[in-house]
């Protein structure tokens, strides 16, 4: 399929169907083609700008091809990640986040990788925590049904599209892949709270994401304090685009801290420290509920406003700031602390 199709995208910039966008993406998993001609479809697709229906169809194949987690539980399951590549580095947000909102009820299938843009990622952080990050999907169905939370490692169940990633490392470039990855979840995820790197695309992901049997999501891209483009998640030091999901309807909007009963914070309180060590120690200050400084303040305040979502996403809650005072009452009250004990417990069962 990809040589019929890469003359029209480059000569024509014609667009591919979803069914055609997936069967280029079976081309690419096959290893039947060789890297200068997967290169340039990645390319010209990128040139030509990724269409809804095209990254919808290569995102239904990369599902497709990962190692199936055949699990419901019978309400939302919510995926939290993000696609990296932001131009302002926090520290381990969607961590800590998922650690309270899985607390206060929320089902999480966290899928995800190494760092991409941060300095200390997701797999990173959960794994020094002690938490089991190369689970099997039944380990990922226990995990969930006892504490509410799994880690999905993308290179354990993404295994057929190892062969492009040295690929993807000698482009150099962003391709479509790294919008793929965040929204790939083997898991049958229904709700969704993704930040992506650039604000152009946060409706088009939305759509992409309600075509893949999302039902409730934020897609988000975060501002700073200038109103510039600026991170992969929730801002609380600017306005963050949203695409609201919500069984089929897109909505589109801007939203502050102030929507969820919070100030604006100073960009130095939450950017990213230099060592992993100080990841943890973020993290461990949040769930222990310290408060002491501005930044600990301005980093307590971003994440509730992560867990908020989560937690309003699956219907928890029904609203951002009634999101807010439950996490922070299950920060107060110890039941987090407890929570990431519990998901220490049950990953490595």
């Known amino acids: 399929m990809i040589s019929d199709v890469l003359d029209n995208i480059i000569d024509k910039r014609q667009n591919l169907t979803d069914e055609e966008a997936y069967e280029c993406m079976d081309d690419i998993i096959s290893g039947d083609y060789p890297d200068v001609v997967i290169a340039s479809f990645l390319i010209a697709l990128r040139m030509k700008g990724e269409t809804i229906d095209e990254i919808t169809g290569l995102t239904r194949s990369m599902k497709d091809h990962a190692i199936p987690i055949d699990y419901d539980p019978g309400e939302y399951l919510i995926e939290t990640c993000g696609t990296g590549g932001d131009v302002f580095k926090t520290f381990n947000v969607s961590t800590a986040s998922s650690i309270i909102a899985s607390a206060g009820g929320a089902k999480i299938s966290k899928h995800g990788n190494r760092s991409v843009s941060s300095k200390f990622g997701g797999a990173d952080a959960l794994e020094a925590l002690g938490i089991n990050i190369e689970l099997t999907p039944e380990q990922v169905a226990n995990s969930i049904d006892k504490c509410n939370f799994a880690f999905i490692f993308a290179p354990i169940y993404h295994q057929a599209t190892k062969n492009v990633m040295m690929l993807r490392k000698q482009l150099k470039t962003r391709t479509v892949f790294n919008l793929l990855g965040p929204i790939s979840c083997p898991s049958k995820v229904t709700a969704r709270l993704t930040g992506i790197y650039d604000p152009d695309l946060v409706e088009t992901i939305a759509k992409v994401a309600s075509n893949l049997g999302v039902e409730r999501g934020m897609i988000v891209h975060g501002f700073d304090q200038d109103g510039n483009p600026a991170m992969d998640e929730i801002s609380n030091i600017g306005k963050t685009k949203v695409a609201f999901i919500n069984h089929g ?48 303040k301005a980093r307590m305040d971003l994440c509730l406003m992560n867990s908020a979502s989560i937690l309003y996403l699956t219907e928890k809650v029904d609203s951002l700031k009634e999101g807010v005072k439950l996490s922070r009452k299950l920060i107060e009250d110890g039941t987090a602390k407890k929570q990431l004990e519990k998901i220490i417990k049950y990953s490595n069962e």
């Open 249 to 296: 309807n897109i909505e589109v909007k801007y939203i502050t801290p102030e929507d969820f009963g919070l100030e604006f914070c100073n960009p130095e309180d939450i950017m990213a420290p230099d060592s992993p060590e100080e990841h943890l120690e973020i993290i461990y200050k949040i769930l222990d509920n310290v408060t002491e400084t501005s930044k600990d």
